[in-house]
Nanobody
């Protein structure tokens, strides 16, 4: 059973930075795709960014140039570096793992961007 545990959320002022981390259990991390989703109040959950097992990445247009996803297969961890944060980035951020048609989710971590 895969477990994903996020950390690193919090309150930050506009223009600030945060780094989210997701630690994964299980033996498939290095061959699984990993992603970060977010859900703002009253909105649907959206894919923010993803990274394949080979390291290819993609980003939603609204975060391109500001967010960077990375993975450390030796530590079964994926990170999301978020810079130049905006109030509209406020949401609960969820870590996601995808492999062989199966999806696993973390419990989420709150990110609030406000002055």
């Amino acid at each position: 059973q895969v477990q994903l545990v996020e950390s690193g959320g919090g309150l930050v002022q506009p223009g600030g930075s945060l780094r989210l981390s997701c630690a994964a259990s299980g033996s498939i991390f290095s061959i699984a795709a990993m992603g970060w989703y977010r859900q703002a109040p009253g909105k649907q959950r959206e894919l923010v960014t993803a990274i394949t097992a080979s390291g290819s990445t993609n980003y939603v247009d609204s975060v391109k140039g500001r967010f960077t996803i990375s993975r450390d297969n030796a530590k079964n961890t994926v990170h999301l570096q978020m810079n130049s944060l905006k109030p509209e980035d406020t949401a609960v951020y969820y870590c996601n793992q995808q492999y062989a048609g199966r999806y696993y989710w973390g419990q989420g971590t709150q990110v609030t961007v406000s002055s």
